[in-house]
């Protein structure tokens, strides 16, 4: 799971805990840059992945 993946305020937009494990999950198995993907499906879920990751990171707090 990504470090300090708290919202600021509740101003994050809605990810669970869920969303961020799976996009975490998604990006191991496929790499940050996609040199694992083997499957027509595997490029859309690792957009969303990466996608999840810059909200949360954006949106994380030092606490």
Not at 35 to 52: F, N, Q, Y
Request: charged share 20%.
């Amino acid at each position: 799971m990504i470090a300090g993946a708290t919202s600021s305020g509740g101003a994050m937009p809605a990810k669970t805990e869920h969303d961020i494990d799976w996009a975490e999950t998604v990006i191991a198995r496929l790499g940050a840059d996609g040199a694992h993907v083997t499957d027509g499906s595997d490029r859309p879920k690792l957009v969303r992945a990466l996608g999840i990751r810059q909200l949360v990171t954006a949106y994380a707090t030092d606490a």
